[in-house]
């Protein structure tokens, strides 16, 4: 009979699919993450829902953040754009909603996901690399940044393999079974050159912060000093890495000589420098709207304007976004915004019992990544970042089946 079959394992199957294919970016991950969350729908239906009382209240936070994007359209002359964007972030409203009524259910809950993700990131990272390998072999360079993910920007390459470290790391820290350790070890022994390629600035500053953490955590509680002289070579190898990296070293120039580049004389598209003159343009914009903003549908378009007339050639040619989510988050929709963006990273550290671990984590690697990238703009950027928000809070009903995620 339908009532009794087991969409738990459809779900089980179809998640596998989606943290697979999530690495190759664009449709492939859109559609896994369909694929999902129609047989979850499905699964509502056929055996019923938690009372909307039972709603964790903290998934109301990203459906209210959906819902005052959607106001902004009051005031926004460029409605197809705004719908546009509206469509970008729809998972805000929709995987709260079909995640959070559904049923506690033993054969699918945080475990199996944490466990698949990590799995997925083993296999999706081990493709990529033999494309590069077989590329290699063929002639060509071994690509490395853009080339080595073309589907996917390498900043969400970064972003997807330090939330893998964290994963595994509450899976070392929490689960018995030494196979799954095994497992897990792997999964972070391929982060390290996966983060390597993607040649992320931001993405690899974060990374070397977490391992720092989780270095620090661990060695403090075995031996004080034995933690305090495994930062200090973690810092020191760090900053030789960094000062050797080309891009780092663009990086800096750019910052050292920021002034230069606010002159409108510039023609530059360097990353660093492009940034620093969005950012001005940004700031501008939302000095004249700070509390309501400029509306989905116009904050490009505003941007353009702001851009011509500051004389910033490159980010108009190239049609940049703000390259920062909180400015972008104020253009879009104004401190309220800002403030509803800041309560999702904020207020699970505050009001969760189970799993502040990885949510002071979560926090720190998107509110890094935050500064740098507008990465709400896009469905790589938006769909994990809701995805893996909700199942966190999720799993927090969940205790009795909830292993991984502790306050440790």
């Known amino acids: 009979m339908l009532d009794k079959f087991k969409y738990a394992y459809l779900k089980q199957i179809s998640v596998f699919l989606f943290f697979i294919l999530l690495y190759f970016g664009g449709r492939a991950a859109l559609n896994g993450l369909a694929l999902f969350l129609l047989i979850s729908l499905i699964d509502l239906f056929v055996n019923g829902t938690i009372s909307y009382k039972k709603l964790p209240p903290l998934l109301i936070l990203p459906i209210a953040f959906y819902l005052l994007n959607i106001t902004t359209l009051l005031w926004t002359d460029n409605i197809s754009a705004g719908i546009f964007s509206l469509e970008v972030k729809l998972s805000f409203l929709v995987i709260p909603l079909i995640l959070g009524f559904q049923k506690p259910d033993s054969d699918f809950n945080l475990n199996h996901i944490i466990k698949y993700f990590s799995i997925a990131s083993i296999i999706s990272p081990t493709l990529l690399f033999g494309r590069a390998f077989y590329m290699y072999f063929s002639g060509n360079p071994f690509p490395i940044y853009s080339p080595f993910s073309p589907e996917l920007h390498v900043t969400y390459l970064a972003t997807y393999s330090t939330i893998n470290l964290i994963f595994n790391y509450l899976i070392l820290k929490n689960h018995p079974n030494l196979n799954t350790k095994i497992l897990a070890y792997f999964s972070i022994l391929i982060t390290i050159p996966t983060i390597w390629v993607s040649q992320s600035k931001a993405g690899m500053i974060i990374y070397l912060i977490i391992v720092a953490i989780i270095v620090f955590k661990e060695m403090v509680n075995f031996n004080k000093w034995m933690g305090i002289i495994s930062i200090s070579v973690l810092v020191i190898g760090s900053v030789l890495f960094i000062n050797t990296n080309p891009r780092f070293k663009a990086m800096f120039e750019a910052v050292r000589n920021y002034e230069k580049y606010l002159d409108g004389k510039q023609t530059t598209t360097e990353s660093t420098a492009a940034r620093i003159m969005t950012w001005d343009a940004s700031l501008k914009i939302i000095k004249e709207n700070f509390w309501i903003g400029v509306g989905n549908g116009d ?108 306050s440790t």
């Open 299 to 406: 904050t490009k378009q505003e941007l353009l304007k702001k851009y011509d007339s500051l004389g910033y050639q490159g980010p108009a040619r190239l049609q940049l976004n703000a390259h920062n989510q909180y400015l972008e988050t104020l253009l879009y929709t104004g401190v309220f915004g800002l403030l509803f963006l800041m309560g999702i990273f904020i207020l699970p550290v505050i009001f969760l019992k189970q799993n502040t671990t990885f949510f002071w984590m979560f926090a720190v690697v998107y509110g890094f990544h935050f500064l740098f990238e507008s990465m709400l703009n896009t469905q790589a950027g938006v769909i994990f970042f809701v995805f893996v928000y909700c199942i966190a809070i999720k799993g927090e009903q969940n205790k009795p089946a909830n292993i991984y995620f502790t």
